[in-house]
């Protein structure tokens, strides 16, 4: 943790109405955040280089989660249904995912990646994870666990306030 060398351990607030503590987490998470959207507008062109990187996000929870309907994946990244319907036709016609009908409703449909779109987003994915492997290199394989638990908690936390 980042230190700001002013302050008392008894006052985090300091009478200044700064909380260092989550000051210094907006901090590294914004740092962080800038970061990752970098890395996923290089990973996006790796995959394609016409994908959008907001659409790359898409591809990872098609390949965690399965197959899903636009208005589930909508939801799970809080964007609104248009926005969700011109990114999945952009990755329909890069052929990087499908539409088939719901067997459970007819007039819906479920979005799968394609075998072609699963064998590109799984070469940049494993890519990303040796980069992390390598970054990391240096910690103690419980300290990477800590991390991705917080991580964890702190997205489901922010899923659970929309």
Not at 56 to 65: I, Q, S, T
């Amino acid at each position: 943790m980042h230190e700001s060398g002013t302050g008392s351990e008894a006052d985090p607030k300091c009478g200044s109405g700064v909380d260092h503590e989550f000051l210094a987490l907006e901090r590294e998470l914004a740092v962080f955040l800038r970061r990752a959207r970098a890395s996923s507008g290089e990973m996006a062109r790796e995959v394609h280089p016409d994908l959008e990187p907001a659409a790359y996000g898409l591809l990872v929870r098609l390949e965690d989660a399965g197959q899903q309907r636009a208005t589930e994946l909508a939801g799970y990244f809080g964007v609104g249904k248009a926005t969700m319907s011109r990114q999945l036709r952009a990755l329909e016609e890069l052929g990087l995912v499908a539409r088939e009908p719901d067997p459970a409703d007819g007039r819906a449909s479920l979005v799968r990646l394609t075998d072609e779109g699963r064998s590109r987003f799984r070469r940049v994915r494993d890519a990303r994870r040796d980069r992390y492997v390598s970054k990391l290199a240096g910690w103690d394989r419980g300290e990477v666990a800590e991390l991705a638990r917080l991580l964890h908690q702190l997205n489901k936390r922010a899923e659970s306030e929309e």
